[in-house]
Antibody, heavy 117, light 112 residues
């Protein structure tokens, strides 16, 4: 079964850091480009970051550039999002997702990040 | 950045009736490979988004055939031939042509 399972979310103070993980199973991880997408409470979907299948190519939304780092460990079938200098505007559910056939086709269940003092 | 504009933002529909959602992009999504990099998603209440249509008109695996996507360039439409109660949720279009990937604002479909 194809599955993406995020973890690592929680409550963090403004200015703090957090690392999200996404455990991948059911498909060949090393063949797949992966993304992070977030959704603030009651709001729409916002793309955050993308990484190539081998990790050599990464891109970021302007809103997180310089603060977030996407990475992957194909040997461990895991995608990561290291987040730092967090602000209230980063409060959201964070989804990891697979890119295939021109679309984000598989989504995880999401992990909630709350930035608050 | 490519701006995606959906309409309507709210769509009350009687079960069994058809429904249609429009999505317009600020730039053409037609790539040189002949594909339109426009996808449709449904986010049911309390769930993650799920892909319905990819590359403009291709129904994703397991998606009922009452869902169809059409359009090219900058104008796209998602149609539901006969709405069912399980179709309730927020529908998003998404362009995958260029980074940053961008989504429409979402259209909330509700049952009358």
């Amino acid at each position: 079964e194809v599955q993406l399972v995020e973890s690592g979310g929680g409550l963090v103070q403004p200015g703090g850091s957090l690392r999200l993980s996404c455990a991948i199973s059911g498909f060949t991880v090393s063949n797949s480009w992966m993304h992070w997408v977030r959704q603030a409470p009651g709001k729409g979907l916002v793309w955050v970051s993308r990484i190539s299948n081998d990790g050599s190519n990464t891109r970021y939304a302007d809103s997180v550039k310089g603060r977030f780092t996407i990475s992957r460990d194909n040997a461990k079938n895991t995608l990561y999002l290291q987040m730092s200098s967090l602000t209230a505007e980063d409060t959201a559910v964070y989804y990891c997702a697979r890119w295939s056939s021109g679309a984000v086709d598989i989504w995880g269940q999401g992990t909630m990040v709350t930035v608050s003092s | 950045d490519i701006v995606m504009t959906q309409s309507p933002l709210s769509l009350p529909v009687t079960p069994g009736e058809p429904a249609s959602i429009s999505c317009k992009s600020s730039q053409s999504l037609l790539q040189s490979d002949g594909h339109n990099y426009l996808n449709w998603y449904l986010q049911k209440p309390g769930q993650s988004p799920q892909v319905l249509i990819y590359l403009g008109s291709n129904r994703a695996s397991g998606v009922p055939d009452r869902f169809s996507g059409s359009g090219s360039g900058t104008d796209f439409t998602l149609k539901i031939s006969r709405v069912e109660a399980e179709d309730v949720g927020v529908y998003y279009c998404m362009q995958g042509l260029q980074i940053p990937i961008t989504f429409g604002q979402g259209t909330r479909l509700e049952i009358k």
